[in-house]
């Protein structure tokens, strides 16, 4: 079974995590240190603070912005119940946006003036419109779980909104295991985070709450953090092959295939749910594990009862999509399989 997620792990990416092992400091230390100061190069300026789930970074990040009873904060609802979490958490309303079917993410004219803040989703890597958000409400989180090492041109994605968070989960652009990182341009929000973070040894009370990376998972996502444009280049190949077999009646999600992006998934849309089923269950006879990207019970409008009809395209979205397995330890020959069986399914 081809598996439609793999880490990629190598010889380097154990011994960096040997030598954690080795150094006899396995919590947050300086391997966490050297990860947050690799996010402030690849960002080209500003302030880092590693934490232990990109969960915990968008719960912090709008914590820091002092969100919270009272305020407002929209989020797309195709993405993951991680923002329904992070908003809950911090005690805002949420205000949840349909997205736009070309690049799926948050559709700007969902926002008004009566929103606080926004987290943007840049959704399987694909940039969503962040200047757009940022013109019609005043704080922009935006989040890069799934676009780790993007670009828009020229400028790292992430460096518009007022804050970003990434993800170290299994499945994500580089892998940790679990970790998350928040990032900004403006050090009181990333100051904000790192003072709930450090909870010991503090002079005075104030609730806290352990939110911290290891050095062992920081060793193995900078490792790999080292490789991000060989990441990219592999991403893109097979992305870039996936799209030159797709059939006419067939399309997929924009914004992915150019030099700039990172595509994390590569999500086609079939014609309808009949034939995206379809094709779903033959690549798993085939031996390739293809999965819905977001099923329909996982949009957050649907998790807290609201009309499905406010929100035609991400209905349509969970009906119409397919993932097939996108990352770099994809090997050539599993590549040929997968794209042989889904020429087979069309023919
Ligand atoms: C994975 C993900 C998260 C949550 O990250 P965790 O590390 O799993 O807590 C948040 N937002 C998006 C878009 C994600 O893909």
Partial sequence: MIEHNRPWITPEDRSAVDAVLASNWV?????????????????????????????????????????????????????????????????????????????????????????????????????????????????VVEDCCQSLGGEVNNRPLGTIGLASVYSFYATKIVCGGQGGMVCSCNEAVVDAVRDFRQFD?????????????????????????NRLAEIKRRRQLIAQRYRSILPSDFSCQGGLVNEESMPQRFVLIAPDQGIRDALQAFMEQQGVRCIVPVQRFELLHRYLGMDPARFPVAERLSETTLSLPLYPSLGEEELDHICEAFRVFCA
């Fill in 27 to 139: 919590a947050q230390g300086p391997m966490v240190k050297h990860l947050e100061d690799a996010f402030v190069a690849l960002r080209q300026g500003g302030a880092a603070c590693a934490v232990s789930s990109g969960t915990a970074a968008l719960g912090l990040a709008l914590r820091s912005m002092k969100l919270g009873p009272g305020s407002a904060v929209a989020v797309p609802t195709y993405s993951c119940s991680a923002l329904l979490n992070a908003v809950t958490w911090v005690g805002a309303d949420v205000q949840v946006v349909d997205v736009l079917p070309s690049n799926f993410g948050i559709d700007p004219a969902g926002l008004d003036e009566t929103i606080d803040a926004v987290v943007v989703v840049h959704v399987f890597g694909s940039p969503a419109d962040t200047e757009k958000c940022r013109e019609i409400v005043p704080f």
């Fill in 201 to 225: 040894g503090r002079a005075t009370y104030e609730p806290r709450f352990n939110f911290q990376m290891t050095d062992i998972q920081a060793a193995l996502v900078l490792s790999q953090m």
